[in-house]
């Protein structure tokens, strides 16, 4: 049985817990998805994102499990984007910003995964504030062109197979195309 056969089986209403907290009500897109891993992918390739990439051992730590309570890994994260535990920006940095604070708490301040940790949640944060204001701006964009589309009357249906003019007469010489 896969997971919404599972799901059905429970009374309505029935509130669904994961292991790190309420499942969602509905599966991201697979845009959504794509970009959730498109933006990890691209920070685990930071220079010092090698010792976050997978879980800590029991031989490279043996008290990191008595310390940190809720280990968290890029690998980990990956598997929570594909079976739909992380939905969503915020959530993909919540796991993200979980990973370098444990570090931050096991190890040293001055000690080089100290280090490193801040350094890429640094840049995490940097890199999260530019997808939401790229984001904010593909969407006032996308907002002014459909409005624009509205007033001048063309439908989407009217865009299909055809070319938009500007009512504004053009400094550019038509072009010849064949």
């Known amino acids: 049985l896969d ?3 599972l799901l059905s089986l429970l ?3 029935h509130p669904v817990h994961s292991r790190w907290g309420k499942m969602p009500e509905a599966p991201p897109s697979k845009a959504t998805t ?5 933006t990890l992918t691209a ?5 010092w994102a090698y010792p976050f990439k997978r879980p800590v051992t029991d031989k490279e730590a043996p008290d990191y499990k008595d310390v940190i309570k809720h280990p ?8 929570r984007i594909d079976c739909g ?21 096991y190890n040293a301040k001055g000690s080089d995964y100290y280090k490193m940790a801040s ?5 995490t944060r940097i890199e999260f504030e530019k997808l939401r204001s790229d984001s904010a701006l593909t969407s006032t964009l996308s907002q002014e062109a459909s409005e624009l589309l509205r007033g001048s009357g063309v439908g989407a249906a009217n865009l299909t197979g055809s070319r938009l003019r500007s009512s ?3 400094d550019a010489a038509p072009s010849t195309t064949s």
């Open 85 to 105: 535990q992380v939905n969503t920006l915020d959530e993909l940095q919540r796991d993200l910003n979980l990973v370098f604070t444990n570090a931050m708490v």
């Open 168 to 170: 504004q007469p053009s």
């Open 34 to 38: 794509a970009q959730l891993i498109k």
């Open 72 to 79: 968290m890994d890029f690998s980990t994260i990956r598997k």
């Open 43 to 47: 920070i685990s390739k930071h220079k």
């Open 3 to 5: 997971s919404t056969a």
């Open 11 to 13: 009374p309505p209403g």
């Open 119 to 123: 350094s890429l949640e640094d840049h």
